[in-house]
């Protein structure tokens, strides 16, 4: 399995977004760095889904770029994606290596050590970890875990830990400084006046 990309762009379908055009845009400035993640909304059925994730699978091979699918694993497996991501509500962390295989990426969402652990134990190859800080892209998440919540789960567990919710340029270094291996955006590309001069910005503050 290639190493893990540091940034990961989780697409942004709700009205008004052009999550391809963001993704055309961060793919040739972040190659093999960049993780897109195929997120969409819940009233978006498969047949869009999968539609979507073809789509950004197909632009991401030339790049070196990975290509995973949130929470829709069949959609995952549709495509040729090299794995998928899970949280509370999909399936439980060991049921989804079932499904995806031994070789896929498989991140799971966690924010306390007790449950990265367990996740680990149970297949995950990296963790999700947030919010880290406040985020108006999805409603009803809990307090976020800050800097020293990011820093307890790393002390946790032996895979790359990715700092999600709230995540601007700005806040990469002192996430970089808790441990974080990289992290996940929705808001800090998808309403960028430039996509690409915003994954350049976050690449050089992950990769300095
Ligand atoms: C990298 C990353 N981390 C966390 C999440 C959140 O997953 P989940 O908790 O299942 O919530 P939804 O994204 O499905 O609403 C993620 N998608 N990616
Ligand atoms: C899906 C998800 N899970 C935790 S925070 C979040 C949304 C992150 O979006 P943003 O990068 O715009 O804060
Ligand atoms: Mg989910």
């Given at each position: 399995m290639p190493s893990l990309g540091r940034l990961h762009l989780i697409t942004d379908t709700r009205p008004g977004c052009d999550p391809l055009a963001v993704v055309r845009a961060a793919l040739p400035v972040a190659r093999a760095d960049l993780v897109v993640q195929v997120r969409v909304t819940d009233d978006t059925t498969d047949r869009q889904a999968y539609d979507l994730a073809r789509r950004v699978r197909e632009h991401c091979a030339p790049y070196g770029a990975t290509c995973l699918v949130n929470d829709r694993l069949h959609v995952a497996l549709a495509v040729d994606a090299h794995g998928g991501h899970v949280g509370?509500?999909?399936?439980p962390v060991a049921a989804a290596r079932r499904v995806l295989g031994r070789d896929a990426v498989l991140g799971a969402t966690a924010r306390e050590p007790d449950a990265a652990a367990r996740a680990v134990a149970a297949g995950a190859s990296y963790l999700g970890v947030g919010p880290c800080h406040p985020t108006?892209?999805?409603?009803?998440?809990?307090d976020p875990i800050g800097t020293a919540g990011v820093r307890a789960v790393v002390a946790a567990v032996d895979v790359p830990v990715i700092a999600i919710g709230g995540v601007t340029v700005a806040t990469v270094p002192a996430l970089r400084a808790a441990g974080a291996y990289g992290v996940a955006v929705v808001g800090a590309l998808?309403?960028?006046?430039?996509p690409g001069r915003a994954t350049a910005e976050l690449i050089a503050a992950l990769t300095c």
């Open positions: 509370a509500d999909d399936l108006a892209t999805k409603t009803g998440l809990p998808s309403t960028a006046a430039d």
